[in-house]
Nanobody, 119 residues
Framework: QAQLVASGGGVVQPGGSLRLSCTTSRFSLDYYAVGWIRQAPGKERERVSCISNSGGSWSYADSVKGRFTIYRDDAKNTVYLQMNNLKPEDTAVYYC????????????WGQGTEVTVSS
């Protein structure tokens, strides 16, 4: 059973934008780093981005640097992934996960939200 709720996926044309959200009503995300991991059909899971529990550090996969931005709004208990200039190769199911304060491991997972980039 998913402990986090990921939303915001959809179908978008190349060059378009989407914003994914990750939240939970079960606990406060304040204490956890939160990351986004994606899996495309027939491919292994890829760590896309992660933000530390303090929000003071973050990381991105090389494939999304300069296009994706991760940020958190602790007042809303939500972490966002703003995705700009989307490419067909960004097509995947995106999962959010929460865990160790510096993204070193994940304990809690969301159910995934599907992103399709296609003309």
């Amino acid at each position: 059973q998913a402990q986090l709720v990921a939303s915001g996926g959809g179908v978008v044309q190349p060059g378009g934008s989407l914003r994914l959200s990750c939240t939970t009503s079960r606990f406060s995300l304040d204490y956890y780093a939160v990351g986004w991991i994606r899996q495309a059909p027939g491919k292994e899971r890829e760590r896309v981005s992660c933000i530390s529990n303090s929000g003071g550090s973050w990381s991105y996969a090389d494939s999304v640097k300069g296009r994706f931005t991760i940020y958190r709004d602790d007042a809303k208990n939500t972490v966002y992934l703003q995705m700009n200039n989307l490419k067909p190769e960004d097509t995947a199911v995106y999962y959010c996960a929460a865990g160790g304060p510096r993204c070193e491991y994940y304990d809690y997972w969301g159910q995934g939200t599907e992103v399709t980039v296609s003309s």
